[in-house]
């Protein structure tokens, strides 16, 4: 791709770019998500954003306010696609903007930057309606694999999409992980993108949703205490003030997708 800037403002425009432009992109794009580690090292300042499925127009509204990369740095929490109408807007705009400003912009996996889960919740389907076949799906899909599961702001903050796992106690665990494949349907990698906090129960707990954990504040106390770090911040359940204090502030919750689901 020779003009990022073209591409970028098609998308703002809320325009589609070609297929041969997404397969160069997501190529581009697997490429620069190779260069980063399990665990993404992050520079302040930076806006922490939670989940958008698909939620475009909410994402550039986002962008108006808080500044466009690369003036403004960002780093994504993951769910950018499924439930939304405009999941492949979404994610070729940051894309485009990670392969453009890759040290201004972050990208974590979620649960739902999966295979299984895209074929369920809306991406798939989205993905054929616009494009008129399944290759640009196949081609985001194996980009979602090459992603970072964690981040670190400043050796401070810790960050990932879910929550912990009884099999990560450091991050150096986290490191040792094999990232580039199918979100698993238990594991390690699994938790990092399913789990959440609980405030009713101190340790680990089995999770309604089927995958992943509960976890208490003992759990997040232990975690933060080894690894030397104050705080937790993730995404993955709905908050509809935009954020939640969890573990007497040692996790906050955040959200980026208003009107979650058109309710």
Same mark, same amino acid.
């Given at each position: =791709?020779?003009?990022?800037?073209?591409?970028?403002?098609?998308?703002?425009?809320?325009?589609?770019?070609?297929?041969?432009? %997404?397969?160069?992109?997501?190529?581009?794009?697997?490429?620069?998500?190779?260069?980063?580690?399990?665990?993404?090292?992050?520079?302040?300042?930076?806006?922490?954003?939670?989940?958008?499925?698909?939620?475009? @127009?909410?994402?550039?509204? =986002?962008?108006?306010?808080?500044? $466009?990369?690369?003036?403004?740095?960002?780093?994504?929490?993951?769910?950018? %696609?499924?439930?939304? $109408? &405009?999941?492949?807007?979404?994610?070729?705009?940051?894309?485009? &903007?990670?392969?453009? @400003?890759?040290?201004?912009?972050?990208?974590?996996?979620?649960?739902?930057?999966?295979?299984?889960?895209?074929?369920? $919740?809306?991406? &798939?389907?989205?993905?054929?309606?616009? $494009?008129?076949?399944?290759? !640009?799906?196949?081609?985001?899909?194996?980009?979602?694999?090459? =992603?970072?599961?964690?981040?670190?702001?400043?050796?401070? &903050?810790?960050?990932?999409?879910?929550?912990?796992?009884?099999?990560?106690?450091?991050?150096?665990?986290?490191?040792?992980?094999?990232?580039?494949?199918?979100?698993?349907?238990?594991?390690? =990698?699994?938790?990092?993108?399913?789990?959440?906090?609980?405030?009713?129960?101190?340790?680990?707990?089995?999770?309604?949703?089927?995958?992943?954990?509960?976890?208490?504040?003992? !759990?997040?106390?232990?975690?933060?205490?080894?690894?030397?770090?104050?705080?937790?911040?993730?995404?993955?359940?709905? !908050?509809?003030?935009?954020?939640?204090?969890?573990?007497?502030?040692? !996790?906050?919750?955040?959200?980026?997708?208003?009107?979650?689901?058109?309710?």
């Amino acid at each position: =791709m020779e003009d990022h800037d073209r591409l970028i403002e098609e998308c703002l425009n809320c325009k589609h770019i070609t297929e041969e432009e %997404v397969l160069e992109l997501c190529r581009k794009a697997r490429s620069t998500f190779d260069e980063e580690q399990n665990v993404h090292h992050v520079s302040a300042p930076v806006t922490v954003v939670g989940d958008i499925h698909g939620q475009y @127009h909410d994402l550039l509204e =986002m962008l108006k306010i808080g500044g $466009y990369p690369p003036d403004t740095n960002y780093l994504f929490l993951g769910d950018f %696609v499924d439930r939304g $109408y &405009y999941s492949v807007e979404t994610i070729t705009l940051l894309l485009l &903007y990670k392969v453009k @400003h890759p040290q201004r912009i972050t990208l974590l996996r979620g649960n739902h930057e999966s295979r299984q889960i895209t074929q369920v $919740y809306g991406f &798939y389907d989205e993905c054929l309606r616009k $494009y008129g076949s399944a290759n !640009v799906w196949v081609e985001f899909t194996s980009t979602f694999d090459h =992603m970072p599961l964690t981040a670190v702001i400043e050796n401070t &903050y810790f960050c990932t999409h879910g929550g912990l796992s009884p099999g990560l106690e450091t991050l150096d665990h986290i490191r040792m992980l094999d990232r580039v494949r199918e979100v698993p349907h238990d594991g390690p =990698m699994c938790d990092l993108m399913w789990s959440d906090p609980d405030d009713e129960i101190p340790e680990w707990g089995a999770s309604p949703r089927g995958a992943g954990w509960i976890f208490g504040a003992e !759990v997040s106390e232990k975690f933060l205490s080894t690894n030397k770090l104050k705080m937790i911040a993730r995404a993955h359940q709905l !908050v509809h003030e935009g954020y939640k204090w969890s573990h007497d502030q040692l !996790v906050i919750t955040v959200w980026g997708a208003p009107n979650y689901c058109y309710r």
